[in-house]
Nanobody, 121 residues
Framework: QVQVVESGGGFVQPGGSLRLSCAAS????????MGWYRQAPGEQRDLVAT???????NYAGSVEGRFTISRDNAKNTVYLQMDSLKPGDTAVYYC???????????????WGQGTQVTVSS
């Protein structure tokens, strides 16, 4: 069984920072791309940032220059450093990982349960 678990959300004032973490665990043979998505109330789930095993990153235009995605391949963990936060960043943040579970033939995408980030004065 494979689990993807996020941590690090919370409440922060505009201009503040938060760091999210996401760890994949369980019967894992390999982890490919990992990323973060977010969903605000009444909105669709949108891409925030992704990172490959080789460290190639991709960001949504709205967060580029403020957010930094990184990963520790040995720990199957991805991070999202969020700086200069704005009220518009308020959302539930979800981790996504492309994982090859042990004993299977194909990679599939796994989602975490989400962590709330609230930016408000």
């Amino acid at each position: 069984q494979v689990q993807v678990v996020e941590s690090g959300g919370g409440f922060v004032q505009p201009g503040g920072s938060l760091r999210l973490s996401c760890a994949a665990s369980g019967s894992i043979a390999s982890v490919n791309a990992m990323g973060w998505y977010r969903q605000a109330p009444g909105e669709q789930r949108d891409l925030v940032a992704t990172i490959t095993t080789g460290g190639i990153t991709n960001y949504a235009g709205s967060v580029e220059g403020r957010f930094t995605i990184s990963r520790d391949n040995a720990k199957n963990t991805v991070y999202l450093q969020m700086d200069s936060l704005k009220p518009g960043d308020t959302a539930v943040y979800y981790c996504n990982a492309q994982i090859l579970a042990s004993g299977t033939l194909y990679y599939r995408y796994y989602w975490g349960q989400g962590t709330q980030v609230t930016v408000s004065s």
